[in-house]
């Protein structure tokens, strides 16, 4: 651990522990996890106060901790992280906030980070994840009537549907899919002659 980040872990559990968040230091960078209803609160505060000065957003992504440790995970199971930068103090963060099971929801930090545009789309997109005050939240990888959320670990590996320009209709058209699942056979190993000599000496040192 980094004398950096401890200053840094000790100076947000002292402004952030009395609302709940908590702060933990692995590898050299300091996590802290902060109650859903905060987020805006703690957000302003990191970018604005002199002691964090978190001015860049760099990475916003969700988490899906269903299958996390082979199924033996009991927390929440959507979380959004956020990765800080402050380039004043040289000093990095992961913020993270644990999100309903049903209904993950929370607010967006556009406003406080205009990098987070994009990311929370994304975010929506793959996870489903609803960003209150979002100013265009809408899917930005998948197509607008594409179904479900792919990142989601339920999600089937083949998708529920498949899509393709039809012709006639001049339109894109949607369609149950049609792949067979494909089993995956070893393949035969071919006797190369080139290696017959090889295999030779190798059977007569053995006999020997």
Known sequence: MTEAAQRVA??????????????KVA???????????RLLEVCEALRDEADFAFEELIDLCAVDYSAYGDGAWQGPRFAVVYHLLSVTNNQRLRLRVFLDDERPQLDSVVGIWAAANWFEREAFDLFGVLFEGHPDLRRILTDYGFIGHPFRKDFPLSGNVEMYYDEQKGRV?????????????PRVIRHDQRYAGLAANEGENGDA
């Open 10 to 23: 000790e100076l947000i559990q002292t402004r952030f522990g009395k609302i709940g968040g908590s702060s």
């Open 27 to 37: 590898l050299g960078e300091v996590t802290l996890e902060i109650p859903r209803e």
């Open 173 to 185: 058209v949607y369609r149950p899919v049609t792949v067979e699942p494909r089993i995956n056979i």
